[in-house]
């Protein structure tokens, strides 16, 4: 393994790892839990192919709503899914199309199950692979390198969140 992949690689599998440790013992009521008033959340939704969906817009109004743990980890989920069907895949679906989970469990499984495309690209890649252009649910095409770099980001950032809101939860709790 190249030297820039073997790094995005261990970013990669490192914030992962933090994030399920920081889930572990998550529960649906943690899950759903909305710390204000307005939170964007995973909702019952009959229109949606698991029954469940969530708030999502491309462009948020402002300021941007506070989103659950529900949200933010169904979020990482859906953006593991499209990206990589769209860049490495078919690129048939689109986030409507996508299972919303509707327990913390499912949740974590589905988060889970979203990264072993990624994970398994990181064991062959060579830093050449990341200047591919690959096509994009966005539009114009994106490098391999972007495409995995947003994804880290986007875990390492709402996984950071997610440990925020925990922590916010069992405070509240304790008080």
């Not at 990206?83 to 499984?109: E, K, M, Q």
């Amino acid at each position: 393994m190249a030297e820039t992949v073997a790094y995005l690689a261990e970013l990669w599998s490192v914030s992962g790892e933090r994030l399920l440790e920081r889930c572990h013992g998550l529960t649906d009521e943690e899950f759903f839990w909305e710390p204000v008033s307005d939170c964007w959340n995973v909702r019952p939704d009959d229109g949606a192919p698991s029954g469940w969906g969530y708030e999502y817009e491309f462009d948020p109004p402002f300021p941007a709503p506070v989103t659950t743990i529900a949200w933010r980890l169904v979020h990482i989920a859906a953006d593991n899914w499209i990206y990589w069907d769209h860049a490495f895949g078919p690129g048939l679906r689109n986030f409507p199309d996508l299972p919303v989970p509707s327990t913390a469990a499912a949740a974590l499984r589905h988060w889970q199950e979203s990264r072993e495309a990624i994970t398994t690209w990181f064991g062959t890649a060579v830093d050449e692979d990341l200047d591919q252009l690959r096509p994009s649910h966005l539009g114009d095409p994106r490098r391999a390198g972007e495409v995995v770099s947003i994804l880290i980001d986007e875990q390492i950032h709402h996984g950071a969140e997610i440990a925020l809101l925990r922590d916010l939860y069992i405070r509240r709790a304790d008080s």
